[in-house]
């Protein structure tokens, strides 16, 4: 069974950082590309960042709300993906996932080409 597993989330100031991890089981991680999404209640899910597989050199992308101050890597050794957060604001409040791309046509930014996900981490961001 595939697994993703979360953790780093919680309260910080604005002008604060986290880190998230997730790591995953059940799959041949470094077979595949890996996001991160993030959700406010009532809404839909929202693509944040994404990271090639390590074969087509860990490409990565972000969307315009959180470039420049939020970076995605990955290590193979550790089948894990990482969200580092920095500069956090107001509006960055949400429940983030991780998901492992199953679909590799269309847009990485898609959700529906993502087909495992994990519990989700909840970052409030507070004044």
């Known amino acids: 069974q595939v697994h993703l597993v979360e953790s780093g989330g919680g309260t910080v100031q604005t002008g604060g950082s986290l880190r998230l991890s997730c790591t995953v089981s059940?799959?041949?991680?470094?077979?595949?590309?890996m996001g991160w999404f993030r959700q406010v209640p009532g809404t839909q899910r929202e693509f944040i960042a994404r990271?090639?597989?390590?074969?087509?050199?860990?490409?990565?992308d972000y969307s315009t709300s959180v470039a420049g101050r939020f970076t995605i890597s990955r290590d193979n050794a550790k089948n894990t993906v990482y969200l580092q957060m920095n500069s956090l604001k107001l509006e960055d409040t949400a429940v983030y996932y991780c998901?492992?791309?199953?679909?590799?046509?269309?847009?990485?930014?898609?959700?529906?080409?993502?087909?495992?996900w994990g519990q989700g981490t909840q970052v409030t961001v507070s004044s």
């Open positions: 998901a492992v791309r199953t679909i590799p046509s269309g847009s990485y930014s898609y959700a529906g080409n993502y087909g495992y």
């Open positions: 059940g799959l041949a991680f470094n077979d595949y590309a």
């Open positions: 990271i090639t597989r390590t074969a087509l050199n860990e490409i990565k």
